[in-house]
């Protein structure tokens, strides 16, 4: 069966054709995420449908094993008709890989029978009063965690827990916890911005993982997982947090050009208030335009070359450097940093356009509050690849 379907998957061209397609319906659809706070069920059947998912998935799973830059060129389209969908897609599906990494028999659960599967992570330090404890055969986990931007719509959670080591002590270790399993608190996501991302807060109560839907944190970060015994394909030798980095300036650069689009179509039809002629005859519009539109794509380039640089190193058989690494994790919030700003140069050229509130406010706000994430922080992942360049210690709890 998977065999079947590696067969008949689809091209990046199709794949982003298909993207650019549903445009028109995720512009109709964005004001109603912000207002229900998700995305909605119609939109999500349509990115399945169109087999999103399947991008980052393995061959052997089912899916298309295709290079991550091919789900951010598709997701670049998405953001085009929607910032909150492009947020969701840009991150949940890159984590079909995710779950390739677990041992054999939680793919098999995962991907049963070839099937797509939308799989969310909560990783980044959000659990709050969370227990854990060990039966021998399940670890029984309860509390909270923040920031679930997608549950709504996913099929799994691979949640970040401590959990008490074999050896004794604690270690950390990945969960994977069936959506259904979780209490979502829906009224727990009142926010400035991505309120179309429904990354509502979720809970769990004594609920029972088996010790095969687990993983070691550490060997997820030395990219020695038990998923490779089926999974061979480039992805399962790059290093998680270069990627998953990646995953977070993504939709970033993607709703930066959303939002040149927006721009584009705004000063076509305006006249600036004490000017008599169109915005599209005045020089200093044209040069911020244009230097816009240059910085945007300088972001997306980059963002394209260093993925692709990383798939192409996995498949030559090359170790990743720590300066490499460190690198990859400051270009993330360079991406950032550099289609956020062009991005503030075109609003602050529109001028009162950003008001009343549409398209314009909405991806404003959204850019901001996704560029507030942790890992697009310069300075703590500066400092670290400027350690690697000087060949000084990495703390030892170093995110690369």
């Given at each position: 069966?998977?065999?079947?379907?590696?067969?008949?998957?689809?091209?990046a061209?199709?794949?982003?054709?298909?993207?650019?397609?549903?445009?028109?319906?995720?512009?109709?659809?964005?004001?109603?995420?912000?207002?229900?706070?998700?995305?909605?069920?119609?939109?999500?059947?349509?990115?399945?449908?169109?087999?999103?998912?399947?991008?980052?998935?393995?061959?052997?799973?089912g899916?298309?094993?295709?290079?991550p830059?091919?789900?951010?060129?598709?997701?670049?389209?998405?953001?085009?008709?929607?910032?909150?969908?492009?947020?969701?897609?840009?991150?949940?599906?890159?984590h079909?890989?995710?779950?390739?990494?677990?041992?054999?028999?939680?793919?098999?659960?995962?991907?049963?029978?070839?099937?797509?599967?939308?799989?969310?992570?909560l990783?980044?330090?959000?659990?709050?009063?969370?227990?854990?404890?060990?039966?021998?055969?399940?670890?029984?986990?309860?509390?909270?965690?923040?920031?679930?931007?997608?549950?709504?719509?996913?099929?799994?959670?691979?949640?970040?827990?401590?959990?008490?080591?074999?050896?004794?002590?604690?270690?950390?270790?990945?969960?994977?916890?069936p959506?259904?399993?979780?209490?979502?608190?829906?009224?727990?996501?009142?926010?400035?911005?991505?309120?179309?991302t429904?990354?509502?807060?979720?809970?769990?109560?004594?609920?029972?993982?088996?010790?095969y839907?687990?993983?070691?944190?550490?060997?997820?970060?030395?990219?020695?997982?038990?998923?490779?015994?089926?999974?061979?394909g480039?992805?399962?030798?790059?290093?998680?947090?270069?990627?998953?980095?990646?995953?977070?300036?993504?939709?970033?650069?993607?709703?930066?050009?959303?939002?040149?689009?927006?721009?584009?179509?705004?000063?076509?039809?305006?006249?600036?208030?004490?000017?008599?002629?169109?915005?599209?005859?005045?020089?200093?519009?044209?040069?911020?335009?244009?230097?816009?539109?240059?910085?945007?794509?300088?972001?997306?380039?980059?963002?394209?070359?260093?993925?692709?640089?990383?798939?192409?190193?996995?498949?030559?058989?090359?170790?990743?450097?720590?300066?490499?690494?460190?690198?990859?994790?400051?270009?993330?919030?360079?991406?950032?940093?550099?289609?956020?700003?062009?991005?503030?140069?075109?609003?602050?050229?529109?001028?009162?356009?950003?008001?009343?509130?549409?398209?314009v406010?909405?991806y404003?706000?959204?850019?901001?509050?996704?560029?507030?994430?942790?890992?697009?922080?310069?300075?703590?992942?500066?400092?670290?690849?400027?350690?690697?360049?000087?060949?000084?210690?990495?703390?030892?709890?170093?995110?690369?």
């Open positions: 069966m998977n065999q079947m379907f590696a067969s008949c998957a689809a091209t061209d199709s794949l982003i054709s298909a993207a650019r397609d549903l445009i028109p319906q995720l512009k109709q659809a964005g004001p109603g995420h912000d207002a229900n706070k998700r995305i909605s069920d119609d939109i999500a059947r349509r990115l399945r449908e169109a087999g999103f998912f399947r991008i980052c998935q393995s061959v052997e799973n899916g298309y094993g295709m290079r830059s091919v789900l951010w060129r598709v997701a670049r389209e998405i953001a085009r008709g929607d910032s909150a969908t492009a947020w969701i897609l840009s991150l949940a599906g890159l079909p890989w995710m779950a390739g990494m677990f041992p054999v028999a939680a793919q098999d659960e995962v991907f049963a029978g070839g099937k797509d599967a939308v799989v969310i992570a990783t980044g330090n959000v659990g709050r009063g969370v227990d854990a404890a060990f039966d021998g055969e399940h670890y029984r986990i309860s509390g909270k965690w923040t920031y679930a931007s997608g549950i709504d719509v996913a099929d799994w959670a691979a949640v970040l827990v401590e959990v008490p080591a074999a050896e004794g002590g604690k270690e950390q270790r990945l969960l994977l916890v959506q259904a399993s979780f209490r979502i608190d829906h009224e727990s996501w009142n926010v400035f911005g991505m309120q179309g429904g990354s509502k807060d979720v809970y769990l109560s004594d609920e029972r993982v088996p010790v839907r687990t993983l070691r944190w550490l060997d997820v970060q030395r990219s020695q997982v038990p998923g490779t015994e089926r999974n061979l480039p992805m399962y030798s790059i290093p998680h947090t270069s990627l998953f980095v990646m995953s977070v300036a993504a939709p970033i650069v993607a709703v930066a050009s959303g939002l040149l689009d927006i721009y584009i179509e705004t000063v076509k039809k305006r006249i600036p208030a004490g000017l008599s002629s169109p915005q599209t005859e005045d020089r200093f519009s044209l040069a911020e335009l244009g230097k816009a539109a240059s910085r945007i794509d300088m972001a997306f380039n980059q963002l394209m070359h260093d993925v692709d640089e990383m798939w192409d190193q996995a498949v030559a058989g090359r170790e990743f450097s720590i300066e490499q690494r460190t690198r990859y994790r400051t270009n993330g919030s360079t991406i950032c940093d550099t289609a956020l700003a062009a991005s503030n140069d075109l609003v602050r050229n529109l001028g009162g356009s950003l008001l009343p509130l549409g398209p406010e909405r404003f706000r959204d850019l901001h509050s996704m560029a507030a994430h942790f890992l697009m922080q310069a300075n703590p992942s500066a400092e670290l690849y400027g350690r690697a360049l000087l060949g000084l210690a990495l703390p030892p709890n170093a995110r690369i």
